[in-house]
């Protein structure tokens, strides 16, 4: 979608936060026969989940906060994403949500999760925990040994080993294996997506920013979105300001990508923000609460703001996840801090295996695939992936969650809803059928794979590419920077989400990576009405 007034693209090409609230994934899947899903290592039923573009691991995360409430299973995570830095920052995120109580608090804990999740600029100490963290696991990935025993959550296996190699780079770069703010200027290259986000609308983005909020947000269901914080984060990339606005001057690095860009008929590589500067990372934890004393208005204004929500529910779910497997006893007195023990337990109860990129289409021709999955979670920005080649790998009775565009401001009410209707269609071509007796959503899309339901025209044994008229995915697209510089400090390219294989070197994605679409990208065939001027 494109504005008179500027690029429209507020989504970017790579996403870092999720677009919805976490779901517990245990809830959304069917239940689970403990003796025919049996891990005989563990004695416990297993429950496998398929995660396309969930991005951050907040569903993961919440899953695990939960499971102390449901019948002890054995989880395994199968996350497939569209590019590196995104599986690095999975391992980041669970490394911060998974240490040790006596080596970093739970304070400590939640508040560095939100700078580094969140924010554009980091506190100082933030960036030094970054480096520390990324250093380890830069020594950690390249030795397997090492990582099935300081990490036995994680598994690596399925990547290629030219992603392990991109992977340690991207770690590399964290560490500052790069000295100096120069190699990743954020400030300038957040102002610089934004003068391209906004066009003329520039000068008045004050404005443009609370309109977006209050006639779209709100009108959504985000009301707790305080038009402060909002505008702040449009303004700077800082959505979370747990100190003073002075402490924050560090180049966040975790956000940033590699891109493929043409520079006078020559394709370069380049490292920039891509990222999100329209809707913000709010809507993730901060839009809703289990405790409803925090969604409490006062004269029609809700008392506490998404940022306070999302500090607290954070904090929460950092305490749940190192106090599962306690004693229910045990866990009266909330101001304790857990024990150490508790966090080992955790990290044996489920594992999170990171798939390699691009291999959605081909996942069901292996195997071990074919019928695994109890629950399958699409995100938005991977809608077109949707396929009868994934739905060979969801199990019969199966459940399907996908991600609606909801909270993409850039998008008309006429566009959320063809989007909608294209998702059913995809849902329905891939042999799934709408939940019976589920509550309506604008959210999420709810489906379930019947026992004899089963794709038409699918033969796992033999290799097949999809038809030219079945292809969903645009081809990489080779956007023109100009000026001398092909720096990131241009603006954003149109909406789009190739995979990126990155490195501290930034190299181009791969050439068999797959090019993933933008939500808005997913409604061109779908017939939508022209899109209107900006406000």
């Not at 995120?93 to 109580?101: D, K, V």
């Not at 036995?152 to 392990?164: D, H, I």
């Not at 400030?187 to 309109?211: E, K, N, T």
Request: glycine share 8%.
């Amino acid at each position: 979608m494109t504005t008179p007034a500027g690029s429209g693209t507020g989504f970017g090409s790579v996403c870092w936060w999720g677009l919805s609230p976490a779901l517990d994934l245990q809830a959304e899947s069917p239940p689970v026969d403990p003796d025919s899903q049996a891990d005989t290592a563990h004695k416990t039923p297993e429950l496998d989940v398929l995660l396309l573009g969930s991005v951050d691991g907040r569903h993961l995360l919440r899953t695990l906060a939960r499971a102390a409430l449901w019948p002890r299973r054995r989880f395994n995570f199968y996350v497939l994403e569209n590019n590196l830095e995104a599986v690095a920052r999975h391992m980041l995120i669970f490394s911060l949500a998974l240490e040790e109580p006596e080596k970093m608090g739970l304070r400590e804990r939640s508040e560095a999760f939100l700078e580094v999740w969140g924010n554009a600029l980091l506190r100082p100490p933030v960036a030094a925990l970054v480096r520390a963290q990324a250093e380890r696991l830069a020594n950690l990935v390249p030795e397997p040994d090492r990582l099935a025993e300081q990490l036995p959550w994680l598994s690596l296996r399925a990547l290629k080993f030219r992603e392990r190699d991109a992977l340690e780079a991207v770690f590399r770069f964290w560490s500052g294996g790069e000295k100096g703010p120069e190699a990743f200027p954020m400030s300038r290259l957040w102002d610089s997506r934004l003068r391209h986000y906004l066009g003329s609308r520039y000068d008045a983005r004050r404005g443009v920013s609370d309109w977006d909020l209050r006639m779209k947000l709100h009108d959504r269901g985000a009301q707790v979105i305080h038009t402060q914080e909002f505008r702040r984060w449009r303004d700077t990339g800082v959505a979370f300001e747990l100190r003073d606005s002075s402490a924050y001057h560090v180049p966040n690095r975790t956000l940033a990508s590699g891109r493929l860009l043409s520079h006078r008929g020559e394709r370069v590589a380049a490292r920039g923000y891509w990222g999100d500067i329209a809707t913000g990372p709010f809507v993730a934890f901060g839009i809703e609460a289990d405790d409803q004393s925090l969604l409490r208005t006062s004269n029609g204004q809700p008392v506490k703001t998404a940022g306070e929500i999302t500090q607290h529910n954070v904090t929460e779910l950092f305490r749940e996840v190192a106090a599962w497997g306690r004693p229910r006893a045990a866990q009266g007195d909330k101001e304790e801090e857990p024990q150490p023990r508790t966090s080992a337990s955790a990290r044996e109860s489920f594992t999170v295996h990171f798939l390699a990129l691009g291999s959605a289409q081909t996942l069901h021709h292996k195997r071990c695939y074919q019928g695994r999955f109890q629950l399958l979670y699409v995100a938005c920005g991977m809608v077109h992936l949707l396929g009868p080649e994934l739905g060979a790998c969801v199990s019969p009775g199966g459940n399907l969650v996908v991600e609606l565009a909801r909270y993409l401001v850039d998008l008309r009410p006429e566009q959320l809803q063809a989007f909608s209707a294209r998702v059913s269609e995809l849902a329905r071509e891939a042999g799934f059928a709408p939940q019976t007796g589920a509550s309506p959503s604008e959210t999420f899309a709810r489906f379930c794979k019947s026992g004899d339901s089963a794709p038409s025209g699918l033969d796992p044994a033999v290799e097949s590419e999809p038809a030219p008229g079945e292809v969903l995915a645009c081809p990489l697209e080779v956007v023109s920077v100009p000026g001398a510089d092909p720096a990131p400090a241009t603006g954003s390219p149109r909406l789009s989400s190739q995979p990126q294989d990155s490195s501290a070197e930034v190299p181009a994605p791969p050439q068999e990576a797959l090019t993933t679409e933008s939500p808005a990208q997913n409604l061109e065939s779908a017939p939508t009405p022209d899109p209107a001027p900006h406000p």
